[in-house]
């Protein structure tokens, strides 16, 4: 079964400045997709971003870009200029053809005015 | 954009009960799927369905049946409610594909007693 990792239950950064969390997933499988999603406090999960694994272009979307590694099996995001509405979990996930999408246990981030 | 509603934010119920839990989207989405979210655990999958009356067992359906009668709701089923069933609850929809996104509804936080 696919496995993905976030080895950093809770992190912090300062309002305005750069922030990488990090994420590693197990697979055999060549063509997949990864995604991270935000779930701030007492709010919908939303879709952050999203990564084909077949595109070696880093996926980026307005402030919140992502360090894809394949080789590596690594899927870290990176948030710029952190702002208060960063506040959230974090989650990594994993998906391929035919099966379901799996989930990282979660990042807290916490943003410091 | 699209909605995923679920019937109730908080439920609290007691042990033995038959419980339900509705969710119901308004895209026309083919996958859904209930998910139970613990800290320090991530999003586990509960059941999922690609189609009405369609049903699937994901990683954890001890204890849960789920009915999907119509294509927009997905009702999640408690037989025997028991208190290591507290938790928060989220559905979420999405098209066919395993890049499509997936859409959550707010979450029920469920309480045993």
């Known amino acids: 079964a696919q496995t993905v990792t976030q080895s950093q239950p809770e992190m912090s950064v300062q309002e305005a400045e750069t922030v990488t969390l990090s994420c590693t997933y197990d697979?055999?499988?060549?063509?997949?997709?990864l995604f991270w999603y935000k779930q701030p406090p007492s709010r919908q999960m939303i879709l952050v971003i999203r990564?084909?694994?077949?595109?070696?272009q880093n996926a980026t979307e307005n402030r919140f870009s992502v360090n894809f590694q394949k080789a590596a099996k690594s899927f870290s995001l990176k948030i710029s200029d952190s702002q208060l509405g960063d506040a959230a979990m974090y989650f990594c996930?994993?998906?391929?053809?035919?099966?379901?999408?799996?989930f990282g246990t979660g990042t807290r981030l916490a943003v410091r005015p | 954009d699209v909605k995923v509603t679920q019937s109730s934010r908080y439920l609290v119920k007691r042990t033995g009960e038959k419980v339900f839990l509705e969710c119901v989207q308004d895209?026309?989405?083919?996958?859904m799927f209930w998910y139970r979210q613990d800290p320090g655990l991530g999003l586990r999958l509960i059941y999922f369905?690609?189609?009405?009356?369609?049903?699937e067992k994901g990683d954890i359906p001890e204890g849960y049946s789920v009915s999907r009668e119509k294509k927009e709701r997905f009702s999640l089923i408690l037989e025997s409610a028991s208190t290591n069933q507290t938790s928060m609850y989220l559905c979420?929809?999405?098209?066919?594909?395993?890049?499509?996104?997936?859409?959550f509804g707010d979450g029920t936080r469920l309480s045993i007693l």
């Open positions: 979420a929809s999405t098209l066919q594909g395993a890049h499509q996104p997936q859409h």
């Open positions: 697979t055999s499988e060549s063509d997949y997709y």
């Open positions: 990564q084909e694994a077949y595109k070696q």
């Open positions: 996930a994993y998906r391929s053809a035919g099966d379901k999408l799996t």
């Open positions: 895209m026309d989405h083919e996958n």
């Open positions: 369905s690609y189609d009405v009356k369609m049903k």
